[in-house]
């Protein structure tokens, strides 16, 4: 059957569906519940005006137009609430055949029940047209006016059109997403699909519905067939409105997790992706949605009926929108679905304050939030921003709400609460779609609907006589679910290197390591030893090391909503830093996760990343010129180290305050370097007593010098930090801040303080960011010169590289694109030498099942980063530095984190899961320009009387494996006519540069 002729067939049966003719409409008297497209709430519009023209909303006013177009019709709609339709962004329309049928199936009985591929044989086209047009008109009439339809009835060619026909004729907006899979009892594979998707697609006859057409494809990882790669072309080729999959990992197994659809390069173009559920949602794939812009669907009553539940959505939801998934089983509209996921994440987060015996202070979702993921959020994860919200020239997609005269709204007076605590779906007097009514006056305002109605019934009664005696099946995926969970407590520890003391347990020997600057080496070893993942013991506590890719991606990623937490550090979280350092608190708590917003927001995201180069490339500039000009700096590692901080400190100083740090002897460096190393020593295992036997804590005040220290520091810190904020809000009053935009003054100048909680507290976390970003970044520095001292021949190598790509001029960030060698170089620095070598550690909050091994809930887990550079089978002698290795890897440092293939991934140094350093794309700048800048201007020589190969443990650093100030390394300029450029360069940046305070003033 051609498309043309099955939409004739369609309209003869049911004849006008698509709803009361469209003419201008003018709404008086209203609530209005608006949105202006710069304000991220809505805007309550009392006794308003709202003007449809054709499809669209032409003007929301507080007084009646003074013009109206002709034959606009008036409707009264005095103490009525007017809002926008709500947005369904995960649905199966054609499944409606079924209801109350599943009331109580696990989502492995759905599978081998009700899924697609059990349905196949037994739905003619017929069924499939009746179910998802009833369905459709059911959510129309609860206010759904747009829906995401994944659509798997596409078992033929047949049972595709019958479905689209069914959604044309509905009126509903419907992104209606062509289902791509094999159905084995049909003998129906992709490959036949395919020709049917293009017809449909060239047909061109959907140009005047409410219907686009998208793809939904389920195959896309872990192990994807060759097909995969013809369905991700197609989406490109015809540009589809909508591309969507169930995205379900865990003991599921059906994965579709953003990095594997970003491995088919969807993420990136103009399409929207909507993974739904998200079920096990890694912390990569997290960052992937965040980053690319794309969402999720959470289906809140599905996701609880059939038990994948929500792991990970209450920390994503603001990369998402709602969905009903499977309609027949439970409620059809979005209204509940937001109320259900409302209370859900109130729940979620008073449970956990409850749990350590705190009374909740504030309440963590607002019904404006839950009101927007049902509106205006499927809008924006449809990239169709003129749906899901009223506005001029959104899409007259309007629900009307009788709050005159319904008891359910008697006495209301804010309108969103009013329908997301307290209306029903029986309180929707219309409902309109691109500007035509679908229910008018409580009815849904379709012509033979008694003729829909009793088709459905008689089709319904046949599938529901077949499924009588359709018994449940024995599915080899209930089973191995189940046998999974029936022996997850029995499983073993993993191995633990053997201790003969009862109270310390490895204690003593990991500080001997320490004391010696070799526990990096002695945690190498027992991984050797012990193999992918070992525990020992300190005191009371187990810490777990985890030593091998896989079990990074398997315990880390995959696992990240149970491996996120941040173990109990007294001294440096509690006591140093008041709970407030984004890398230390638990990714639980509010603080991490506002901070951890503004940071990606206020400082860290690609666009701010490369708005920090101007500030970059003056102080490496300027660090060129003071060592070219005074060789003693160079000549001292000291003077050297120092002249490194300085140009680190003051280029984040920079980018976060608007001050800098113009000399190299400032107090400024000593001190906030002191108090970052602090906080770091305070958090390897056995640093402080007081966090291995925590009954220390308990002591009285004067016993315990420790947190007498902290505090204090913290005061000095947390006054220090309200110095610089005071400094810059006087700039900016005096109309004397510099020009250029800095983290602190986006937090100043944003009504909201870019969500956090105080102008100090985000005056505390920019100290915090110069200390991370500062410190890191000072460490990769003396580790590439360490790497560039032992191994001359690199060294060469990189310059000639560079004078090739350059010449005479100074490299600049975008050079670097074309010196992939660089590239190679910055990555085994990073593999080579990793900053934090162990890991700052996690905690489990429930059991991690890793091959045959248990992790206990409560564990320290450290991603071993040491171990696994060190790891011979993945990096081929590990021990010397071999650019090579990533020869043809051109990925940025988030790219290859993204990576779904964990083992193309070219180094841990930034971590992995949730808590991945948010600096990769500040990282990558800061350390090419380094490098690059460094290699052209100097040459990097062995202070006199030293040879090589050189010893790293004779001039260890406080950071295990990194190098220390006593490494012996010399930087001269490379010639007089590097000289001059180096003057004239540096002079021209300080002529063209702002003025700016210092950070030491």
Not at 374 to 380: E, F, P, S
Not at 672 to 689: H, N, R, S, V
Not at 893 to 910: G, I, M, N, T
Not at 925 to 937: E, P
Request: hydrophobic share 40%; charged share 20%.
């Amino acid at each position: 059957m051609r498309f043309e002729q099955a939409l004739y067939v369609a309209a003869s049966l049911v004849g006008n569906v698509a709803g009361v003719a469209a003419s201008n409409k003018l709404f008086s008297g209203a609530t209005i519940i608006a949105w202006d497209e710069s304000e991220p709430e809505p805007r309550v519009i009392r006794d308003g005006y709202l003007l449809v023209e054709g499809d669209r909303i032409a003007s929301i006013t507080t007084s009646k137009p003074s013009r109206l177009p002709r034959n606009t019709e008036v409707i009264d709609a005095t103490d009525q609430i007017i809002s926008p339709g709500f947005i369904d962004t995960h649905r199966h329309g054609w499944q409606t055949a079924f209801k109350t049928l599943g009331s109580n199936t696990t989502l492995a009985q759905y599978f081998g029940r009700y899924g697609e591929f059990a349905a196949a044989p037994h739905f003619n086209a017929e069924d499939v047209y009746w179910g998802q047009l009833a369905g459709l008109l059911e959510a129309l009439n609860a206010g759904v006016t747009t829906s995401l339809d994944h659509a798997h009835h596409t078992w033929s060619n047949e049972t595709a059109y019958a479905g689209l026909n069914a959604s044309v004729e509905s009126g509903a907006r419907v992104f209606w997403a062509y289902a791509f899979h094999d159905v084995p009892a049909l003998n129906y594979a992709v490959k036949d699909q395919i020709p049917n998707f293009v017809d449909i697609a060239e047909s061109g006859l959907l140009q005047d519905s409410n219907v686009e057409i998208g793809i939904a494809y389920d195959s896309f990882g872990p192990n994807p067939p060759d097909v995969a790669k013809e369905v991700a072309n197609l989406a490109r080729e015809f540009n589809v409105s909508v591309v969507t999959t169930h995205s379900l990992a865990g003991p599921f197994g059906v994965s579709n997790l953003p990095e594997d659809v970003h491995s088919f390069d969807l993420l990136n173009t103009s399409i929207p992706v909507i993974f739904s559920h998200g079920s096990f949602l890694t912390a990569t794939g997290a960052n992937l949605l965040r980053q690319t812009n794309q969402y999720l669907s959470i289906t809140p009553e599905s996701e609880m009926h059939y038990g994948h539940t929500h792991p990970h959505s209450y920390y994503i939801q603001d990369q998402a929108a709602l969905g009903v998934d499977t309609h027949f089983t439970y409620s059809t509209d979005i209204l509940t679905q937001a109320r259900i996921w409302l209370q859900s994440v109130r729940y979620f987060f008073f449970d956990k304050v409850l749990s350590g015996w705190e009374v909740p202070k504030n309440n963590p979702m607002s019904v404006v939030q839950a009101f927007s993921l049902a509106t205006r959020a499927g809008g924006l994860a449809l990239r169709r921003p003129e749906l899901g919200v009223i506005r001029e020239g959104a899409k007259a997609d309007l629900i009307v709400w009788n709050a005159a005269e319904s008891p359910s709204l008697l006495g209301w007076t804010d309108p969103i609460a009013a329908i997301m605590l307290h209306a029903s779906v029986g309180d929707i007097l219309h409902v309109m779609v691109n500007g035509d009514f679908v229910k008018r006056d409580r009815k849904l305002a379709i012509a033979n609907y008694s003729t829909i109605r009793r088709s459905f019934l008689e089709s319904a009664r046949r599938i529901k006589n077949i499924y009588r005696d359709f018994d449940y099946p024995s599915l080899k995926v209930q089973k191995a679910i189940s046998r999974r969970w029936a022996t997850k407590g029995l499983l073993p520890l993993p191995p633990s290197p053997p201790t003969t003391n009862i109270i310390a347990g490895h204690l003593p020997t990991v500080l001997k390591a320490a004391k010696e600057h070799r526990q990096h080496l002695l945690f190498q070893k027992w991984a050797e030893e012990y193999g992918e993942v070992f525990f020992v013991k300190f005191g009371t506590f187990q810490e777990y090391f985890i030593n091998s890719d896989q079990a990074v991606r398997a315990i880390f990623d995959k696992a990240a909503a149970q491996t996120s937490e941040r173990p109990r550090w007294i001294v440096s979280n509690e006591q140093i830093c008041n709970r407030l350092n984004l890398l230390l608190v638990s990714s639980s708590e509010k603080a991490w996760k506002s901070q951890r917003k503004a940071t990606t927001f206020g400082l860290t995201n690609l666009n701010l990343a490369d708005a920090g180069l101007p500030f970059l490339h003056f102080e490496t500039l300027k660090f060129l010129n003071d060592i070219a000009q005074d060789p003693n700096k160079g000549a001292d590692p000291q003077s050297l180290w120092s002249s490194i901080g300085r140009y680190t400190y003051s280029t984040f100083s920079s980018q976060i305050f608007g001050l800098d740090v113009p000399e190299d002897n400032s107090p400024v460096i000593d001190y906030i370097f002191e108090t970052g190393l602090a906080q770091i020593l305070g958090i390897l295992p056995g640093y402080y007593l007081v966090d291995t036997f925590n009954i220390l804590d308990k002591l009285p005040l004067f016993l315990k010098p420790w947190e007498r220290n902290a505090k204090a520091r913290h005061k000095r810190d947390y006054e220090w930090c309200c110095d610089k904020l005071k400094r810059i809000k006087s700039q900016i009053d005096a109309g004397e801040a510099p020009p250029y935009m800095t983290f602190m003054r986006r937090v100043i100048e944003d009504p909201n303080h870019l969500g956090l909680d105080s102008l100090e507290d985000a005056s505390y976390l920019g100290m915090m960011l110069i200390i991370g970003a500062s410190d890191t970044s000072r460490i990769s520095t003396w580790s590439f010169l360490e790497a560039m001292l032992t191994f001359p021949d690199v060294c060469n190598k990189a310059r000639k590289v560079i004078d090739s790509a350059v010449g005479d001029r100074v490299p600049v960030f975008e050079d670097l694109d074309s010196m992939p060698y660089i590239r190679q170089v910055m990555k085994e620095s990073w593999r080579w030498r990793p900053p934090v070598a162990l890991g700052h550690p996690h905690t489990t909050t429930r059991d991690i099942i890793y091959k045959d091994y248990r992790i206990p809930k409560g564990a320290r887990i450290h991603l071993n980063a040491w171990a696994i550079h060190r790891d011979s089978t993945r990096y081929r002698d590990p021990e010397n530095f071999i650019p090579e290795r990533f020869e043809g890897d051109t990925r940025s440092s988030q790219e290859s984190a993204a990576s779904p293939d964990v083992s193309k991934r070219d180094h841990f140094a930034f971590g992995a899961g949730r808590r991945i350093c948010p600096g990769y794309h500040i990282a990558d700048r800061s350390f090419a320009v380094s490098v690059m800048r460094i290699l052209w201007a100097f040459d990097i020589n062995l202070k006199p009387g030293t040879k090589l190969p050189l010893d790293p443990q004779s001039f260890p650093g406080d950071m295990p494996g990194n190098p220390g100030l006593e490494m012996p390394v010399v930087l001269t300029v490379r010639s007089p006519e590097r000289l001059e450029t180096i003057q004239k360069e540096f002079e021209a940046a300080m002529r063209n540069r702002e003025s700016m305070e210092p950070l030491a003033g």
